[in-house]
């Protein structure tokens, strides 16, 4: 059984148990990345296509190597490279990647919405690998991952997101996924970086990080862009470490056996203490590894959609 | 040429007319309203001059089951001409008017050149005279160039045409240029429309600032970058004892804001789009950048305060804002997309949808409101079917149900949210000064 949709766009289309059906299908992909031969032809003849508007290192490089040992082909167009820059506009780049048969479209892109814009124009598969400050739905998929895999499970989890939830497409994504899954989702962060309304999604808003933690099970760490404090949304990075920083101190307010989670790429001293992020509890690194599982499943999916089994075996 | 509108249901709040009656029309003026009986016979208790006999001599245009009105204003449309005539012209857009029912449109001068000096309102009002449909009433920008520093040469712009002042899209930040805008416009109790934007406040915003754009990760635009100007507004209106008129009320705050300066005695109007009046925030879902419009579509509780300030007539007019652009503009990312909706072709179905079908405003209120309200804010001469008075008419089938298709539009601004939607109560019949220049949708 495969997932019965063309895109995959953000976490608040799925359903628990398709959410579920992503988590158990990267189990098997985790073990092909231990294996000493990495490829498998599952997706053999298949095109794979990466189009990010927006630097990414970790999160391009993790599809394109899903893609490859599924066996697909792949190419990648980044703005600096393309004709993007010469003007082209969107539908225009969009209709000259699809004709040249590509199947499915990973797309990292400044603007909220726009995976739901290439979606419509494309009759390709659409990924969002990121869109502005909306969801970035394989990101969250992968902290669910980590989570499950030392947690075993959600139910009664307390999961604490820190840091600039107004901007964070990550943040939007891991509340969408955890509360399906019956985690309890708590944020904290700078008032000036929380956005209205954000308790309707069924989240406990906190601005004082030490009421947050309180026996927190996981805590998910966002990146600060540093380029918000120009635009006067809080006074100084420093102060900012002052208050929201996970700082060993910090840390001992949560739960013994806490998890953290970072999206990565840290500015370490800033959101999180260097002790932390490299300390016993920090899954990172871990969350990178289950990324490229994470969607070798996903892309195993929504391009085949077989009995999983037949890809192990 | 002579014509008889034969049939219909005459509703005119000018003259506190509602009934049914024939107009005869001569040289583009009403020239009698000739009150039917129930019995079907003609009242002869009124004057009728040896001239009307009717059925043979002039042309007959049946409004049977038909609303009679005057002629529908629009005090705020943005024709782009000149600089921007691939979003539209005075010729289309004058036949979007007239197509939606209406006899008269005041323009923004928004445009490129902006109209802040006589010459440009000259060419606009020769264009007019040569393209238009309808009337065309070019708004005066307040201040050079809109850059809200200096006025504008307001007193030469009133010579050449003008019918009010507006930066309108571009809101006069310096509270003491505002200030001083209102207070010379007291040399002529000039009209100045305020379109009510902390542009600080709103920022990059795209959509409401609430739930919904929270969820779609959208930069929102909150309540208060409108409400803070509109109070700033009321209180150098109140200060210089000036005209305000507030354009495109969106928000419950802004017209508790106004209810109370009305109460007060303050010189001060507003307006409300037909979009603001149907649709919430949560159109935005789905990423259809149709829907992104400035002021943006607010929450159910700003819609149904508004609403509410129709019906108390703290609002009073209702204008579109109609705000045309390329398909190609409105093609691309949310954020990307420039702001504004084409209105003037949806806009009285809609709010007879919304408003009389629905209950919430009576007939007569909603033709006051696009009427004789708007006439009279920009002092025109119009808005009302009484003997003599130029005759500007509009013919309603409250009946009609059809889907709006966006494709026929004649405006070449086809970004409109309301494709698909059926809706009852269209203008079938709009006549300009006693030329009949739409009938049954098609421009004649």
């Known amino acids: 059984m495969g997932l019965n949709r063309k895109d995959l766009l953000g976490l608040q289309d799925l359903s628990a148990e398709e959410i579920e059906l992503i988590l158990d299908t990267a189990v098997p992909m985790k073990d092909i990345l231990g294996r000493e031969i990495k490829k498998v032809p599952t997706l053999r003849g298949k095109v794979v296509a990466t189009l990010f508007y927006e630097p990414s290192t970790r999160t391009r490089t993790s599809f394109e190597l899903a893609a490859k040992y599924m066996g697909a082909d792949t190419m990648s167009l980044a703005v600096s490279t393309s004709s993007v820059q010469k003007g082209e506009s969107f539908r225009d780049t969009a209709e000259t990647i699809e004709v040249m048969g590509v199947d499915t479209i990973i797309l990292r892109h400044s603007a909220s919405g726009s995976a739901q814009y290439l979606a419509n124009i494309v009759k390709a598969s659409v990924i969002n690998g990121g869109d502005g400050t909306h969801e970035h739905p394989t990101q969250a998929l992968l902290d669910m991952f980590t989570i499950r895999e030392k947690r075993g499970g959600f139910k009664g989890l307390k999961v604490v997101i820190l840091g600039d939830i107004l901007h964070s497409r990550v943040a939007r994504s891991n509340i969408w996924g955890l509360a399906k899954m019956g985690a309890e989702v708590c944020v904290v962060g700078p008032p000036t970086l929380m956005p209205p309304d954000i308790e309707k999604m069924g989240v406990k808003v906190f601005y004082q990080v030490e009421e947050a933690l309180k026996d927190a099970d996981v805590i998910n760490v966002l990146r600060l862009q540093l380029e918000r404090q120009q635009k006067g949304l809080f006074p100084t990075v420093r102060e900012y470490h002052q208050l929201y920083g996970l700082t060993p101190e910090r840390l001992k307010l949560a739960s013994r056996d806490v998890l953290i989670l970072h999206p990565g790429p840290m500015n370490r001293g800033v959101e999180i203490d260097p002790e932390v992020a490299d300390g016993p509890q920090a899954s990172i690194v871990d969350q990178v590894a289950n990324g490229v599982a994470v969607r070798m499943a996903l892309l195993y999916l929504l391009m085949e959609g077989g009995a999983f089994s037949a890809v192990v075996s | ?444």
């Open chain 2, 1 to 444: 040429m002579r014509w008889l509108v034969k049939g219909g249901r005459v509703v005119d709040p000018a003259s506190g007319i509602d009934q049914a009656a024939d107009i005869l029309i001569e040289e583009g003026k009403i020239a009698a309203l000739i009150p039917v009986l129930k019995d079907g016979s003609k009242d002869h208790s009124e004057p009728m001059t040896e001239e009307i006999n009717p059925e043979n001599t002039v042309a007959i245009l049946k409004a049977k089951g038909k609303l009679v009105v005057p002629g529908l204003i629009d005090m705020h449309v943005h024709l782009r001409e000149p600089g921007f005539e691939r979003k539209e012209t005075i010729a289309t857009g004058t036949r979007a008017a007239a197509r939606g029912g209406f006899t008269s449109v005041a323009c923004m001068p928004n445009t490129k050149p902006v109209a802040d000096n006589r010459s440009v309102l000259e060419f606009i009002q020769r264009q007019a005279q040569l393209t238009a449909k309808v009337h065309v009433y070019p708004i005066a920008a307040i201040t050079k160039g809109s850059r809200g520093e200096e006025l504008s040469e307001m007193g030469d712009l009133i010579a050449g045409g003008a019918v009010a002042f507006s930066d309108d899209g571009r809101p006069v930040m310096n509270t003491r240029v505002m200030r001083l805008a209102l207070e010379y416009a007291r040399i002529g109790d000039w009209p100045i429309i305020s379109h009510c934007e902390d542009l600080n406040l709103a920022a990059e915003g795209q959509m409401n600032e609430g739930y919904w754009s929270m969820l779609l990760g959208l930069q929102g635009i909150p309540n208060t970058a409108e409400e803070t100007m509109v109070a700033r507004d009321i209180m150098l209106a109140e200060m210089t004892g000036a005209r305000l008129h507030i354009a495109h009320v969106s928000t419950a705050g802004s017209v508790q804001l106004i209810r109370e300066a009305k109460s007060r005695g303050v010189r001060v109007s507003a307006e409300v789009t037909p979009h603001h009046l149907v649709l919430t925030d949560e159109a935005v879902v789905g990423y259809s950048t149709f829907t992104k419009v400035n002021p943006p579509l607010r929450a159910e509780k700003d819609r149904q305060a508004l609403l509410e300030g129709l019906v108390d007539g703290t609002i009073e007019v209702i204008a579109t804002d109609h705000a045309p652009h390329t398909l190609e503009e409105k093609d691309c990312e949310y954020g990307y997309a420039p702001f504004g909706i084409s209105g003037l072709e949806t806009a009285l179905p809609l709010v007879w949808s919304e408003l009389v079908e629905k209950k919430v405003l009576s007939l007569e209120k909603l033709i006051t409101c696009m009427t004789v309200n708007p006439a009279r804010i920009l002092g025109l001469n119009r808005g009302s079917l009484m003997v003599g008075a130029a005759a500007d008419i509009t013919v309603i089938d409250p009946d009609l149900e059809q889907v709006v298709k966006v494709a026929d539009f004649v405006s070449r601004g086809k970004n409109s949210p309301f494709e698909g939607k059926k809706l009852k109560g269209w203008p079938v019949a709009t006549m300009v000064a006693g030329q009949l220049v739409m009938q049954d949708g098609q421009i004649i």
